[in-house]
């Protein structure tokens, strides 16, 4: 099965995909939109990428807890699949953003460069954290 995960943000929204066969994400785009120009922009990737099913990063405070920005995430899982006709899967992303920092520690790019893929490699490591959670 294939997946899109879709790490959303204020101002930019991070894009992986990856499949369950070979549990490998890889980070697609960062789209730096909001509210009808991002679901556009979601429209080609999702008809680029074909994914099977989708996953929403779901926003919680470290101790587990809802966060008020969960209830944003679950009502665009919502209209997404409806949107898109496809199931759609909660992951929690707390981290993700540490862990793409994390991973371009020591990549020898600007600052620039880091904050221009960092969203897309958070989406990857939500993906990569889907992906070990339903071996």
Do not use: N
Not at 55 to 62: F, R
């Amino acid at each position: 099965m294939r997946y899109l995960a879709i790490d959303i943000g204020d101002v930019r929204t991070g894009i992986a995909s990856g499949d369950d066969v070979l549990r490998l994400a890889t980070p697609v785009k960062v789209i730096e939109a909001s509210g009808d120009a991002l679901l556009r922009a979601l429209d080609a990737v999702i008809d680029e990428h074909g994914p099977d099913a989708l996953v929403i990063g779901l926003p919680l405070h470290m101790d587990g807890r809802e966060s008020p920005r969960s209830a944003a995430a679950r009502a665009f899982g919502a209209a997404a699949g409806a949107r898109w006709s496809l199931p759609v899967h909660f992951q929690d992303e707390r981290l993700t953003s540490f862990d793409a920092d994390q991973r371009m520690a020591r990549s020898g790019r600007t600052h620039a460069q880091k904050k221009a893929i960092r969203d897309a490699l958070a989406a990857c490591a939500l993906l990569e954290d889907f992906l070990s959670s339903h071996a």
